[in-house]
């Protein structure tokens, strides 16, 4: 079956950087565009970053960008989200997830999810 699981959370100071990575198993890596999405207690599942199949093509939100990178190893069948000068209000449980469908903003049109890792920035 289908497993994304995600890791590299933790926990930083305000300014640190983390690498969140996402192994993927069960599915022809190559042929599913990647998000990253994050959830803070209380509120909703948000976009935080894409990228294509190929990994030619990203998205960010506005709110990340210039800070975040993501990127993709279709050999190693992996997906990364560098995160640099993080902020508190970073803070949250990330996921990643698959599209066979395109990139996509829209949490809906994601066919695949993790379990989530935990990134907390203290101020």
């Known amino acids: 079956q289908v497993q994304l699981v995600e890791s590299g959370g933790g926990l930083v100071q305000a300014g640190g950087s983390l690498r969140l990575s996402c192994a993927a198993s069960?599915?022809?890596?190559?042929?599913?565009?990647m998000g990253w999405f994050r959830q803070a207690p209380g509120k909703e599942r948000e976009f935080v970053a894409g990228i294509n199949r190929s990994g030619g093509i990203t998205y960010y939100a506005d709110s990340v960008k210039g800070r975040f990178t993501i990127s993709r190893d279709n050999a190693k069948n992996t997906a990364h989200l560098q995160m640099n000068s993080l902020k508190p209000e970073d803070t949250a449980v990330y996921y990643c997830a698959a599209s066979s469908s395109g990139l996509w903003y829209d949490k809906n049109r994601y066919d695949y999810w993790g379990q989530g890792t935990q990134v907390t920035v203290s101020s």
């Open positions: 069960g599915l022809t890596f190559s042929t599913y565009a």
